[in-house]
């Protein structure tokens, strides 16, 4: 494994967390964050040998669960944390690829570079849907249930001054 690459993706999230104008431990749950998503690529993908789709699309589950992590942890927004670690993985090399192949009118190597950045981009998307929507499910059925709690309480309290009154009454 090249934890040389890891540095680097750590090191471009955390430049790049600046340029969003984080601070403090937001700027470095992120920069984390973008590390570990480039380290979750390398083990799937070069140590592996996960298909790259796969290995972006857990990549992208793995850092989205951190941001959700670290969001509640810290009451903070996701998006701090999960944009920038993002950074790494986003294919900028494909799109680039692609329209180079397009000016230089090889189109069949533009079209195919340029399927593969979609997909790439598409594994990334549905793995911070996959998460995102699971925690909020989560988070609404937790809320839910403390409120359905609070309702029960609530109707055993007047169940009880209901009987307390009969007998005071009687």
């Known amino acids: 494994?090249?934890?040389?690459?890891?540095?680097?993706?750590?090191?471009s999230t955390l430049f790049f967390g600046i340029i969003f104008n984080l601070t403090g431990r937001k700027l470095i749950y992120s920069s984390f964050a973008g590390g570990l998503g480039w380290y979750t690529y390398l083990l799937l993908?070069?140590?592996?040998g996960y298909s790259k789709t796969a290995a972006y699309l857990f990549s992208a589950i793995v850092i989205t669960v951190f941001s959700e992590i670290i969001g509640r942890l810290k009451r903070t927004t996701v998006t701090t944390t999960l944009i920038p670690a993002l950074i790494p993985l986003v294919p900028g090399g494909g799109i680039y690829y692609t329209m180079s192949f397009f000016?230089?009118?090889?189109?069949?190597?533009a079209l195919e570079k340029g399927r593969e950045t979609i997909i790439l981009t598409m594994?990334?998307?549905?793995?911070?849907?996959?998460?995102?929507?699971f925690s909020q499910i989560l988070d609404r059925t937790i809320k839910y249930t403390k409120v359905l709690k609070n309702?029960?309480?609530?109707?055993?309290?007047?169940?009880?001054?209901?009987?307390?009154?009969?007998?005071t009454i009687l």
């Open 151 to 167: 309702i029960e309480n609530l109707n055993s309290t007047k169940r009880v001054i209901k009987y307390k009154i009969e007998r």
């Open 123 to 133: 594994a990334l998307s549905v793995g911070i849907f996959l998460v995102s929507t």
């Open 1 to 11: 494994m090249n934890y040389i690459e890891v540095f680097a993706a750590t090191f």
């Open 103 to 109: 000016v230089e009118n090889k189109f069949q190597e």
């Open 45 to 48: 993908y070069k140590e592996m």
